[in-house]
């Protein structure tokens, strides 16, 4: 399965609100979705899984929704830390494959 | 708390071989499988493969078959990822992260160069 994110950038200001998309080729079974976020110099970090959970320890300003083959992150109301690099990742078959990411700078 | 600490950078010729550790602690090593991502300069992330740390069972990337292997020590719950024959191309970050599914604590990485 491809993975497409869109947009590869998007420049916001602290408080806005982003909306990030990851469209698969074919159907994601069981919304087996993850997304991640990627600092430079830091592991990626689990952010949702199940297309809409959220990973432990995770703020409620990051929501996940989406099923079948498109999926979207929502981050609310950007805080300074949340600039960074996220990824999608489909695990409803093998090989679990990501998306080539979505870089949210700021404008 | 779960932690994955791997071992250190490495610098290796084209055409060597080089092993990466990866020591679990803070859950019981066996109950959970390990996987391996890697990014490499500039690029996105790529699922090298996975180990059942209970029985040693592995699954590796196709286009890496051949010429990696995942091993587990239970006794020290540390595994091992073995890539041979290294080209520029493994030139990357390489991530041990647990669970095959989604994956919900990574290690701090370790860069692997591959250069004459």
């Known amino acids: 399965i491809v993975l497409t994110q869109s947009p590869g950038t998007l420049s916001l200001s602290p408080g806005e609100s982003a909306t990030l998309s990851c469209r698969a080729s074919q159907s994601v079974s069981g919304r087996y979705l993850a997304w991640y976020q990627k600092k430079p110099g830091q592991a990626p970090r689990l952010l949702i899984y199940g297309a809409s959970s959220r990973a432990t320890g995770i703020p409620d300003r990051f929501s996940g929704s989406g099923s079948g083959t498109d999926f979207t992150l929502t981050i609310s109301r950007l805080e300074p830390e949340d600039f960074a690099v996220y990824y999608c990742?489909?695990?409803?078959?093998?090989?679990?494959?990501f998306g080539q990411g979505t870089k949210v700078d700021i404008k | 708390q779960v932690q994955l600490v791997q071992s250190g950078a490495e610098v290796k010729k084209p055409g060597a071989s080089v092993k990466v550790s990866c020591k679990a602690s803070g859950y019981t090593f066996t109950t959970t499988t390990i996987s391996w991502v890697r990014q490499a300069p500039g690029r996105g992330l790529e699922w090298v493969g996975w180990i059942i740390t209970y029985n040693g069972n592995t699954n590796y990337a196709q286009k890496l078959q051949g010429r990696v292997t995942m091993t587990r020590d239970t006794s020290t719950s540390t595994v091992y990822l073995e890539l041979r024959s290294l080209t520029s191309d493994d030139t990357a970050v390489y991530y041990c992260v647990r669970r095959s599914d989604f994956f919900d604590h990574w290690g701090q990485g370790t860069l692997v160069t591959v250069s004459s």
């Open positions: 990742q489909h695990y409803g078959s093998s090989p679990p494959t």
